[in-house]
């Protein structure tokens, strides 16, 4: 990819590494956890700040591997399948997250004669339909006794020929958004 195209990509040139790392050709800003473009044999990852900042860097990059594509290599780019990844949290729980997921979670059959009960994470797989499922991990907010965190990946078994252009990926986003609240969300952490 063009040296010069990445490190304009977040506005930021002199803060943007771009190289070769052990996870694949990456795009970051340095020491941040985003914005970040991996791009690899298996997958391709990007995660930003906003919806609007994701569009942004997926349609940079689909029309640079594009041009690449034309100019230089047959690069293609379809995909088996990907997931949208989204974060939540639940403040001011009535007692203690960990005591909160054990007692949301855990058959009431496992108590022991003690009062102790805990569990400080758990991960969770539920379908959605043939083609898409939902991986939660839930634990307890970090400094936040009685906040709870999620973080939820919509997996979708559905091939790609190219990376979506920003409207379709907008749909996706807001589908998923809905699909995560009516099927995940309003099922297993406010029932």
Known sequence: MDGKFCRELFGMPYE????????????????????????????????????????????????????????????????????????????????????WIWNHFIDKKIRTGNEYHVCNKINLRIGINDNQFANIELAPRIGIRNGLFANINHHHNIALD?????????????????????NVISKIIEN
């Not at 995660?47 to 690069?75: G, H, P, T």
Request: net charge negative.
């Open 16 to 99: 943007t590494f771009n190289g070769i790392t052990p996870e694949g050709y990456t795009i970051t800003i340095n020491n941040k956890p985003f914005p970040l473009i991996v791009i690899s044999p298996t997958k391709i990852i990007f995660k930003a700040e906003n919806k609007e900042s994701l569009l942004k860097y997926v349609e940079a990059i689909k029309s640079e591997l594009q041009r690449i594509s034309k100019e230089d290599f047959n690069i293609p780019v379809s995909l088996a399948a990907f997931g949208i990844n989204s974060e939540y949290q639940w403040l001011g729980l009535d007692e203690n997250a960990d005591t």
């Open 162 to 182: 190219e990376l979506p252009n920003a409207d379709i990926l907008d749909k996706y986003i807001e589908d998923s958004d809905i699909v995560i609240n009516s």
